[in-house]
Each structure stands twice: as C-alpha cells, then as structure tokens.
C-alpha cells in the first residue's frame, strides 16, 4: 500500500497551518514507521497534483473557510465528490486544494483514493498563531490517521521480511 499523507497550509496564517500541525504531528508520533509518507506542501496546485502522483493512496489534510464552528473536521472522498468552492475557496495560495483536485479529475491524475480532511479555521490573518479549536483538531486528525493507517495494515497482508542474517 503506497500511501503519502500531505499537510497542507501555511505557517503565517494563522488557521491555515492545520495541515502542517497534524503533519508535524504524525512525525512526532513516528508513523513512518508504518511505512507512510508523510510530507508537508504549501497547497499551491501544480505542487499537490506532483506530491502524490505515484502514489496509490493519499491523504490530504488543510484547512478550510471559517463557517462557524472553528475546529470542525470534516472529510471528502475526492474519487467520488467534487469540494464545494465555498468550502475550499481559492485560499492563501494562488491556487489551492479545490482547484488541484479538480484540475486533476480533468486531466485524470487523481490518485486511486484522495480522502481530505479538512479543519474549519477562525482566523488567517497574516502573522496571527493558530486558534485553539484548529490546533486540538489537529491532534484529534492525526490520532484518526493513525487509528486509519494501523488499521490498514492489520487488513493488508504484508510482504514477508527479507532475512538478510546469512
């Protein structure tokens, strides 16, 4: 199972930095030793679509448009739903999440799962920190990933090791 987990964001915008929390957070609690990719993006388009090309299985994780419940998550199966625009406006980023994931369908670079998981934001406001609510929601993703991704493996057979031991 080829899987890359992307935190999306930026650190100079306040809420927009949920993304890389949880990514932060995932290296922290050593999921690549799972056997997961785990990198951080800007969310410009043309870089998402190459972070997971070559990838069978991606996640996605970034903020999205403050809607009235800050630290909301919420999570879309791109395969099967078009991101509502309202949702994922063109964000901080000349190009964002919506606009990669649709340019993608088009050009038919999805991978063969895109999950996103998107954390409401309060404030983006140029040198602002992140919220409270975005950065216990961002704890609470990457726990939910890591319950994904072990459970995934416990599904998947594994390759045997290779003994090297002589």
Known sequence: MALRI???G???RGDD???LLVARRLHALGVETLGVEIMEQSGESFSLMDCWTGFDHVILVDATAPRGTPGHISI?????DRLQEDVFPCS???FGVREAVELARVMNRLPQTLLIYGIEGK???LGAPPSPEVERAAVSVAEQLVKRVS????QTPQRPLRDTSG
Do not use: M
Not at 76 to 80: H, L, S, V
Not at 151 to 154: D, F
């Open 92 to 94: 901080t980023h000349a």
């Open 10 to 12: 930026n650190f100079d």
């Open 123 to 125: 404030q983006f406001f």
């Open 17 to 19: 930095a949920a993304g």
């Open 76 to 80: 879309w199966n791109a395969d099967a």
């Open 6 to 8: 992307i935190g999306s």
């Open 151 to 154: 459970a995934s493996l416990i």
